[in-house]
C-alpha cells in the first residue's frame, strides 16, 4: 500500500526528530517551505505538520512557528478534560469518541495557527486536522471562513477588554481604545490582514470600542465627522500594526531579523550616500549618531498623542 504524501513528509521530520537533527524548541519547516521542498499541495503539507502535532512531535509557538515539542516527560500534564493547562503551547489533542468539539476549541486552534504560521496558512481543514476532525464537522460549529475569522478577532480583542469604569472626556476613552486595540495586534499580528476599511468584519468586540468612543463623543462633531474619528483611530492602529506582520513574514522568507536584514542593506545605503542627493536625511542621521533604531511601539506612542492633539483641534 502506497504512502501518502503527507504521511512521508510526517515521517522525514519525525525521523530528523530522531537523529538529533531537529531538536526540541527548534523551528520544523514551515507549510509554505514543506510544499516547495517537497513539490506537494499547501494543504498536503498543512496535514502533514497537523498530524506531528497530534502524534505530540512538534507544537505551534506564537510568533515563532512550529517548533519541535519538549520530550513528553519534561511536558506539563494536562487536565482531564483534554484542554492545556495554562499557556504552555502544547498541542491540541484530538477529541475524543463522542465529545462535541465546542465552537471555543475551534476559534482557539484557528487562533494558535494563525499566531504560529501566519493568516495566509489558515484554513478549515488546516483547523480540522489540529483538532483531529473532519473539514466538513467544523462547519457545524461556524458558518465559513469569514464567520471563523469574526469570531478570531472578538476572541483576540477580548483578552484585553474596555474597562468597567470609563475615564472621562474624548481623548481618555480614545486613548485607552487605542492602546488596548494595539495590544491585542502585537499579540496577534495576523488582525491586521482580516479585512480592508472598506469591508469590516461584524465583530461585536471592535463595535463595543465604537460604542464606548461615542457615546462620550456626543454631538461634539456631526454624525459623519464622528464615524470619521472612530475609523481614523482603528486604522491608525491597524496601520501601524501591519509592519508587525509583514516583519514576521519577512522573518519565515529570509531567516534574518530586521537588524541583520539592515546590515546586508549598508553597502547600498552608503552607495546612496556618496551621491550628495539626500543632504537633508543623511544630515538627520548624523544628528542620531548615524543610526536609527525604529520601535514601533515608540512609534505608535508618537504619532497617538499627535493624532490626538489634532482631533483636540477638529473637537474644540
Known amino acids: 500500500m502506497t504512502t501518502p504524501p503527507h504521511a512521508r513528509i510526517a515521517a522525514d521530520i519525525k525521523q530528523r526528530v530522531a537523529d538529533g537533527k531537529l531538536r526540541p524548541g527548534e523551528r520544523v519547516p514551515s507549510t509554505r517551505q514543506l510544499a516547495r521542498d517537497w513539490e506537494v499541495a499547501l ?26 515539542a519538549e520530550p513528553r516527560g519534561r511536558a506539563r500534564a494536562e487536565p482531564r478534560d483534554g484542554r492545556p493547562s495554562g499557556r504552555s503551547g502544547r498541542a ?4 475524543p469518541p463522542g465529545h462535541d468539539v465546542t465552537r471555543e476549541r475551534i476559534v482557539r486552534a484557528a487562533i494558535e495557527i494563525a499566531d504560529a504560521e501566519g493568516l495566509s496558512e489558515l484554513t478549515m481543514r488546516a483547523v480540522a486536522g489540529r483538532l483531529g476532525m473532519a473539514t466538513m464537522s467544523l462547519y457545524r460549529h461556524v458558518g465559513g471562513k469569514d464567520d471563523l475569522l469574526t469570531l ?43 479585512s480592508p476599511l472598506t469591508r469590516p468584519l461584524p465583530s461585536p468586540a471592535l463595535l463595543s470600542h465604537t ?106
Open 152 to 194: 478570531m478577532i472578538d476572541a483576540a480583542v477580548g483578552e484585553f477588554p474596555l474597562p468597567e469604569e470609563a475615564p472621562d472626556g474624548w481623548r481618555a476613552r480614545l486613548e485607552t481604545s487605542a492602546r488596548l486595540q494595539w495590544a491585542a495586534f502585537r499579540k496577534h499580528p495576523w488582525m491586521a490582514r482580516t
Open 211 to 316: 460604542e464606548w468612543a461615542l457615546a462620550e463623543l456626543g454631538d461634539s462633531l456631526d454624525a459623519t465627522s464622528r464615524m470619521y474619528v472612530i475609523v481614523l483611530m482603528h486604522s491608525y492602529v491597524q496601520g501601524i500594526a501591519a509592519n508587525l506582520d509583514m516583519e514576521l513574514q519577512a522573518r519565515a522568507d529570509t531567516g534574518m531579523t530586521d537588524a541583520e536584514w539592515m546590515s546586508g542593506q549598508e553597502a547600498r545605503v552608503l552607495a546612496i550616500a556618496e551621491s550628495g542627493r539626500y543632504p537633508a536625511f543623511l544630515g538627520t542621521l548624523a544628528e542620531m549618531g548615524g543610526d536609527f533604531d525604529l520601535k514601533l511601539d515608540r512609534l505608535f506612542e508618537f504619532g497617538l498623542a499627535r493624532l490626538l492633539d489634532g482631533l483636540a483641534v477638529e473637537i474644540g
Open 92 to 95: 491540541e489533542r484530538p477529541a
Open 43 to 68: 494543504a498536503t503539507a498543512s496535514k502533514a505538520l497537523a498530524l506531528l502535532a497530534r502524534e505530540g512531535v512538534v507544537v505551534a509557538e506564537p510568533r515563532v512557528g512550529t517548533v519541535v
